[in-house]
């Protein structure tokens, strides 16, 4: 049972454009969510999160929007760089605190051509 | 900066073998965890620890076992090693009462079982 999912396996967009990665999640006590990118050969690296009070978290070229009612988090990356090509995973936890599991999504791999 | 260290990039074993992987972080984390990750499934938690001698089981347990004799140090055990167990390692370590996003993990262990 995949709690949480990314349905697109693989994403292409050209350098500048923006890149919008999407996550569902079915589990009604995930309270937090956060986005980790992970290059070839290097673990996963945490990279932004939104709590389910705020609706939009940002941080410079990247924000997360979270809607709730729908279950459904997005991650937009703008403008997307090549260096931005990494598989991008979605992850949720019941609370914010560590050692709360994390449960993450598929991954998708997001490819930023020059 | 925080490291977490795993012992081999790249292991090969034969089916039934016992197979340990070990992971050291250097920055006195209480939490550490073993996840693996597969094409289309993503990260799933098997074990993890908040304290020395201490485990728990995480959404995959079944086939390993862990070890944790020592604050720094996490092992993975696989008893009698399967095809299905071909996979990608990744080990992890927080500080407890942080938030998920000070999760850190290691680069990997990419496993094969023939």
């Known amino acids: 049972d995949q709690q949480v999912k990314q349905n697109s396996p693989s994403l292409s967009v050209q350098e500048g454009r923006i890149s919008i990665l999407n996550c569902d999640y079915t589990?009604?006590?995930?309270?937090?969510f956060l986005w980790y990118k992970k290059y070839p050969a290097e673990g996963p690296t945490f990279l932004i999160s939104?709590?389910?009070?705020?609706d939009k978290n940002e941080d410079g070229r990247f924000t997360v929007f979270l809607n709730k009612s729908a279950k459904h988090l997005s991650l937009h990356i703008v403008p997307s760089q090549p260096g931005d090509s990494a598989v991008y995973f979605c992850a949720a936890s019941a609370y914010e605190t560590s050692g709360s599991r994390l449960t993450f999504g598929e991954g998708t791999q997001l490819t930023v051509n020059p | 900066d925080v490291k977490v260290t795993q012992s081999s990039r790249y292991l090969v074993k034969r089916t039934g073998e016992k197979v340990f992987l070990e992971c050291v972080q250097d920055?006195?984390?209480?939490?550490m965890f073993w996840y693996r990750q597969d094409p289309g499934l993503g990260l799933r938690l098997i074990y993890f620890?908040?304290?020395?001698?201490?485990?728990e089981k995480g959404d995959i347990p079944e086939g390993y076992s862990v070890s944790r004799e020592k604050k720094e140090r996490f092992s993975l055990i696989l008893e009698s090693a399967s095809t299905n167990q071909t996979s990608m390692y990744l080990c992890?370590?927080?500080?407890?009462?942080?938030?998920?996003?000070?999760?850190?993990f290691g680069s990997g262990t990419q496993l094969s079982v023939l």
């Open positions: 620890s908040y304290d020395v001698k201490m485990k």
């Open positions: 589990n009604s006590m995930f309270d937090y």
């Open positions: 939104i709590s389910s009070i705020k």
């Open positions: 920055m006195d984390h209480e939490n």
């Open positions: 992890a370590s927080s500080l407890l009462g942080t938030t998920n996003e000070k999760l850190f």
